[in-house]
């Protein structure tokens, strides 16, 4: 016969310290969220067609990436409020949508899901750093 037992070790500080972390991401993740969407849109190389528009040289995004920054208004337009449960993000373009799934004309240049899934991931490291300890007696 095999007896096995298993003792658990729960650090109550950690998972109240944890429980506070995620509660306040939750309640920031509004004001996060929009801040991951603004920077893919103003920050990183896009590798898309170049024009003139205004009379400067733009570098448009290709279809994949994010959306290139050319008159701001996209940026402008994305913002959060807190709740009552948390917050929420706010995106008054009304091409927004266009951008993110695409158009008959044009592929998706997709700001909203990757900034949810970023968003989901740091949640999740963060529930990771939990300091829960498990002890295996056999």
């Known amino acids: 016969m095999i007896k096995a037992s298993v003792d658990v070790k ?3 500080k950690a998972i109240k310290l944890l429980l506070d972390q ?17 920077k893919s849109i103003t920050t990183g190389s896009k590798s898309g067609n ?7 040289r733009h ?15 996209l940026v402008k337009s994305i913002s ?4 009552k449960n948390g917050s ?6 009304e091409y927004a949508g266009y951008l ?13 899901l990757p900034a949810i899934q ?3 991931k740091d949640l999740l490291t963060l529930i990771k750093k939990a300091k829960i300890s498990w002890v295996s007696n056999h």
């Not at 959060?80 to 709740?83: A, D, G, N, V």
């Not at 929420?88 to 373009?93: F, H």
């Not at 799934?101 to 997709?110: I, V």
């Open 100 to 112: 993110e799934y695409g158009t008959s004309k044009m592929r998706p240049r997709p700001f909203i």
């Open 118 to 120: 970023k968003l989901k």
């Open 22 to 38: 995620v509660n306040e991401k939750i309640f920031d993740s509004g004001e996060d969220l929009a801040n991951i969407m603004k």
């Open 88 to 93: 929420e993000t706010i995106i008054d373009a």
């Open 10 to 12: 729960i650090n109550d």
């Open 59 to 73: 570098q448009a995004s290709s279809p994949g990436q994010s959306p290139a920054n050319n008159t701001g208004e």
């Open 50 to 56: 170049q024009y003139y528009s205004n009379g400067r």
């Open 80 to 83: 959060y409020k807190k709740t």
